[in-house]
C-alpha cells in the first residue's frame, strides 16, 4: 500500500457519559470527520484494559484513540484516571515490541465538546498518516476482516 | 509467597530467538498478586511477543494458559485437562513447564489425613507439660 492512498484506521473507544455523546453532538451539530474512525462505545474508559489495546494493534488497526472525560469529572470517580496509566502502560510495551508509540493516545473531553473531539480526531489521523501503515496489517484484506465496519 | 518480575520484551526475544512454539505459562496466585504472571499479564506479554515476532520476522507461534494453582497438584492436574485435548506435543510441552521446579507430592498437602492431626497432637502435648 503506498503512502499517497493510504487511509489509516483508527479505533476509538469513547466513553458512553462525555465523549461519546460528543461524537454524537458533532453528528447533530453536522461537523464532518473522515468515515476511517470507528468509535466504540464504553460504560467508562476505566473498563478498558492494555489486552485490548494489544489485540487491536495485533489485528492491524492503525492507531487508538481513547476519549476520556475530563479528570475529576468521571461518572466512577476515578475510570479516566485507570484509562491514563493503562494507555501510558501500553506506549511502553508497544516501544518495547518495536511499534511507535503515538499509535496510542488518550484524550480528555466533556460532552458538550464536539469540535475539540473533531480536532482530537483529525489530529491523530495527521499523526498516522505521518507514521505510515501499522506493519502488523495484513497485505490479505480478507485477514483485516474484523476491522470492518 | 513467591515475588517476581515481569522480564522486558527484547530480554524476552533474545532468550527466544531460535524457536518456534512458545507457551506463555500463568499462575493464578503469588505472579497474579505481584503483577509479573497472571491471566492479564500472560495475555499481554503474548500479544507484544506476536507484535514483535512479525516486526523482526521471527514466526513465534505463541499459545497462553493460566493455571490456578501451580503449587496445587489437583488444581495443577484440572488446568491443564483442556491443553491436553490439543495434541500430543502440547501436553509434553505443559508437563515440561508445569512440574518442573514445582511440588507435586502430595506431603505438604494440609488436607491429608494425618498432617494437621500430628500437628494438633503436639500442640497437646505441649499445652499438658
Known sequence: MTNENYEPLLIAFCCQYCSYSAADLAGSMRLQYPPNVRIIRTPCTGRLEVEFFMKAFEKGADGILVAGCLEGGCHFTEGNLLAK???????????????????IRMINISAAQARPLVDHINEM???LKNLGPSPLKSTNPSQNAEMRL | MIVAQRKK?????????????????GCGTCVTVC?????????????????????????FEVEELTIERQCDQ??????????????PGDRRAVRQAGLRGTRHGLHWHPRRAGHLDGKMHRLRQMRST
Open chain 2, 9 to 25: 520484551i527484547p530480554e524476552l526475544v533474545d532468550i527466544l530467538k531460535g524457536h518456534k512454539k512458545i507457551l506463555l505459562l
Open chain 1, 85 to 103: 496509566g493503562r494507555v501510558g502502560y501500553t506506549r511502553k510495551f508497544l516501544s518495547e515490541s518495536g511499534l511507535e508509540e503515538e499509535r
Open chain 2, 35 to 59: 503483577l509479573a504472571g497472571g491471566e492479564r499479564e500472560v495475555s499481554i506479554n503474548a500479544s507484544a511477543l506476536r507484535i514483535a515476532s512479525r516486526l523482526k520476522n521471527l514466526a
Open chain 1, 125 to 127: 489521523l495527521d499523526t
Open chain 2, 74 to 87: 489437583e488444581k495443577r492436574c484440572r488446568s491443564f485437562t483442556g491443553m491436553r485435548r490439543r495434541g
